[in-house]
Each structure stands twice: as C-alpha cells, then as structure tokens.
C-alpha cells in the first residue's frame, strides 16, 4: 500500500479520544482517535484540528442519595506534557482580539493539534468543557473559535497546494468554510442519524461574526455543510438511505463510508499475536477468553469487592447513557432475570443536562449497590471500554432503530470473540448475519420516529419481549451446547477483523491518496 506523499488530509473535529487526556465525550471523539493513530502507521500525512478544553467532558461523584453528581475533569500532566506548543496567533471574537496557542500531539505521521485560548479568560471559559455551555450564544461562539483557528492555523502553516481534504466531522466544524473560502476542499461526514442531531444558531449571530445575512431566523449548520460540501458522507448503508430522506435536495453529493475501528488499539493483544500467527483456533479461544474473563473479574473488583464471575454468563451493555440507545432495556433485564446465572456489567455516562440520562445512571448505581450481579462503571473511558468490551460473553447494544448512525461497540467486542445481540440499526446490517456471528432482534425502521410517541412505545414493548427471549436462548446456549457458542463468537472475530480495519476506512475515504498495491 502507497501514500502520496506531500498530500494532507485535515480533520476538523469538535473532540478526538487520544490514548492519554480527556479531550473527548464520546463516538466521535473515539472514532477520530481511532482514525489519526491508524492514519500515523499507514504514513498518511492526517491533521486534527480540535479545541484544547482544560476541563475535559465530566466524571461523576454520588451523593447519600446515589444522585450522579457532575464534575469537571481536570487535563492530567502526563498529557500536557506531550503537547508541543508550534505556533501562536490572534483571531477576531466580538470585535476583541482573542490569543490562541497551538499545541501538537504526534501519533506518526498523523498529528492532532489542539487550539488552547490563552487570553482573555472570558474566551477561555468558553472552551473550558466539551460539548458543555450555558446557552447557545456560548456554544456559537466555542464553535466560532473552532473555526476561526482552524482557519487561521490552515493559512499560515499548509499550502493551498498541498491538502487533498478538508473534512467537516459534524454539523458544528461547518462554520469553517463560511471563515475559510477554499472551493473544492471541503467535504462532510455526518455522524447523525435522524433529524433532531442537527443544530442551528440565530442569523444574527451569523452576521455578526461572519458577516452573512441568511435567509431564514435559524440556519441549519448541517445545511451549511451540505451546501459547501464536494462530497457528503453517512458513515453505514442505513444511514445512508436514512440521510436521503432527511436530505433530498443534496441527494447527488451523498455517499457513504461505514464506520470501522483501529485494531491495534481496541484488540486484545495476546488475541491479535495468535491471530496473526494463524494459531487461533475454536480451543485456543475459549483458553484465552477464560483469561481474559479473570482479567476482567479482577477490575470489576476495583468497583464491587466480592464480584465472582465463576459460572456467571457475562452481559455488557456499556456506552453513553441517553434515552434513544434504551438502557432501560438491561434495566429491565436485570430485574426481572435476577435469578438467571448472568452478570451484568454496565457502564457509560450521561451527558450532565440530560436529565433523563442522568435518571439512568441512578437507577445503575442503585442496582450495583443492591444486586449481587450487578457492577456500574459510572467512570467509562476508552481504557475501561478496552476491558469490557473485549472479555464478557455477550454484548446488548440496542438503539431504537433509525436513530442510530452506525455504531462501533459491536465491532470491538466481535474482533475480540465477544458476539453481540443487537437491534436492527446503524452498521450492525452490514456485519452481523443473525445466528451465524452473533444476534438480531427488532424490526429494521428507516422512517422518522418520535420516541417518545405511543407508536415509539408499542415497538419498545414488542422488541424487549424479543430481545428477553433471545437473550435466554443464548444463555441456554452457552449452558448447554458451548461449542455452538463459541463458534458464534470466533466467526465474529474472523468475520469481523477484514471488515471493519480502520485501514480500509481510510482506502475508503481516501482512495486517491492511499493507493493499493496492484496484484
């Protein structure tokens, strides 16, 4: 495989999930950081363009009454310390003149570089927090910094010459070609399923900053995107035609790329050794796997003392906690299978104004404090997903069908024999053949849904009664005829790994730029 060389890709990304830090909330940020380290190893000369927030995204404390108490997360200095300061410069906010400090993370030839806003502190507290602001005045102009960096640090540090792709990661990195005018250059991924992801902010904040007096009181940044756009991606086929419905007019510049993940990063690694030795067979799996579930009993303990998962068939439902991703659903499961020899393993964390996803992470805390087989890990990180996603027996990741855009946890649990039982949604149509790698249940919408409808609540009531009765067939399963099980879970693994490499994400993305080998 050939790179081009003296071609740069440019990422413009609200977060990005690096191996040190707290720079990112969630999917996206992962995703990114999943895309620069296998960008650095292939030789892809891959910038990110990002925010330094100071504060992270947000850990969580309980009270007396287990009510999940916000907190910032404070930049570690075993991350700052691999940022090199390599340029400073000024742009214009609110007529003020605002200093901004680029700081460069290496990761190979890819590189992520974060802007810090040094002075004045009021522009600082803008971007003390992801994804955290007190309004939308507050979230324009965090994201009016974005773009006016990002534009300023593009002029001053590439040549026109040399960038291939200036990548619009979401609706909010859409403010960059209104500051930055390169025809051409720009295209847009679309990590949102559904019409409620796309945000928008008043004309006159427009004008005001940019100088542009639209049309309508509210402009669509997705819109913007779309406009500017060469190209528009979805990131799985659903989404995909999901995205037609929603974007009719823009249909032509739409295409798609399913998401994928970086396997060094996300497999085990005596796993990937056998995997790549072409020793790992259906014996040497389940002797590794029976490792790797000590593994994870041991760090299950660092939350719950005399957690013992002996004889225990382990279920993980673990991502952010916000209500169109169901965790009600193992709610559910967990009290009414309480007596069923399944360990339940939950982890994620609500965004600090979701005030229904922070009723979930309550009702976790009060079911790890009361139920034996229950374990919260209310501190979910990418360190932490490493070792659950990777040693359970079964992953549930159930999004109401069409809200999810992809998804990426199913991939990293199957690359490590850990099958998942899913709904009907995102890049899960692509991958998993039903009974054969891993599970489906539920119906497959492709239609706008209000979930908090009645119609949204009959289907919720239908598909957890499918999704209770699958689940009890694999357990059975796995009790009573575990070589089926097992061959489940290595034909995930093998079915899995050439299909969802980060690797051919960036061939898919990048074809002119990344050449394959002639064969």
């Known amino acids: 495989m050939a790179v081009e060389k003296g071609v740069y890709v440019i990422s413009i990304t609200p977060d990005i999930a690096l191996e040190h830090g707290y720079t990112y909330a969630g999917g996206l940020g992962v995703l990114e950081g999943d ?12 910038i990110a363009l990002c925010l330094y927030y100071r504060n992270g995204y947000v850990d969580y404390d309980f009270d007396a009454e287990g009510n999940p108490k916000p907190r910032p997360q404070p930049q570690p200095q075993e991350f700052t310390r691999m940022l090199k300061p390599i340029d400073k410069f000024v742009v214009k906010l609110r007529e003020s003149e605002v200093s901004v400090e680029a700081l460069e993370y290496s990761c190979g030839s890819a590189k992520a570089v974060f802007f810090n806003v040094v002075e004045p502190s009021w522009a600082a507290r803008l971007v003390d927090r992801i994804y955290i602001e007190e309004g939308v005045e507050e979230k324009f102009y965090k994201y009016t910094i974005l773009a ?10 590439i040549k026109l010459s040399d960038i291939g792709y200036i990548d619009l990661q979401e609706a909010y990195t859409a403010l960059l070609p209104l500051q930055l005018r390169i025809p051409g250059k720009y295209r847009l991924v679309i990590h949102t399923a559904g019409i409620w992801g796309h945000p928008s902010f008043p004309r006159d ?11 309508e009181p509210e402009v669509f940044l997705t819109e913007i995107g779309l406009a500017v756009a060469e190209q528009v991606f979805a990131v799985s086929a659903k989404h995909y035609d999901v995205l037609q419905k929603i974007f009719p007019h ?17 497999m085990h690694d005596e796993l990937k050794k056998m995997y790549e030795g072409r020793v790992l067979n259906l014996d040497s799996l389940v002797s590794v796997k029976e490792k790797m579930k000590c593994g994870l009993e041991k760090f299950l303990q660092n939350y719950k003392k005399d957690v013992s998962l002996e004889g225990r068939f382990v279920v993980v ?8 991703k169901r965790p009600w659903m193992v709610i559910r499961l967990v009290k009414e299978l309480k007596d069923k020899p399944i360990f339940f393993v939950l982890g994620g964390k609500a965004h600090p104004y979701d005030l229904m996803g922070l009723e979930y992470m309550k ?7 009361e139920l034996p ?3 919260f890990v209310h501190d979910y990180d990418v360190q932490k997903a490493k070792i659950l996603l990777s040693s359970g027996d079964l992953l549930l990741f159930a999004p109401f069908s069409g809200l999810e855009a992809c998804g990426t946890s199913y991939m990293k649990a199957a690359i490590n024999g850990v099958p998942t039982l899913a709904s009907r949604d995102g890049g899960v149509l692509e991958l998993i053949v039903d009974n054969v790698n891993g599970w489906l249940f539920g119906e497959d919408i492709r239609e706008p849904i209000d ?3 009645q119609r949204a609540s009959e289907i919720n009531e239908k598909e957890y009664g499918e999704l209770k009765t699958r689940l009890l067939q694999i357990l059975e399963l796995y009790k009573t005829n575990p070589e089926r099980y097992y061959s489940i879970a290595f034909s995930a693994l093998r079915s899995f790994i050439p299909r969802v490499s980060m690797q051919r994400v960036l061939r898919e993305y990048y074809p002119d730029i990344i050449k394959a080998p002639i064969i």
């Open 373 to 375: 087989n229950v374990v």
């Open 451 to 453: 979930i908090y409808s």
């Open 363 to 369: 009702i976790f805390k009060k079911l790890h404090n």
């Open 35 to 46: 895309k620069l380290c296998a960008a650095g190893k292939m030789g892809l000369r891959y």
């Open 250 to 266: 823009f249909a032509e510049k739409l295409t798609y790329v399913t998401n994928g993940i970086n396997i060094e990063r996300w």
């Open 205 to 215: 904040l427009l004008a005001l900053e940019y100088g542009y007096r639209f049309i």
């Open 148 to 157: 006016k960096a990002s534009a300023e640090f593009i002029t001053r540090n």
């Open 317 to 324: 439902w673990a991502r952010r906690i916000t209500e169109y």
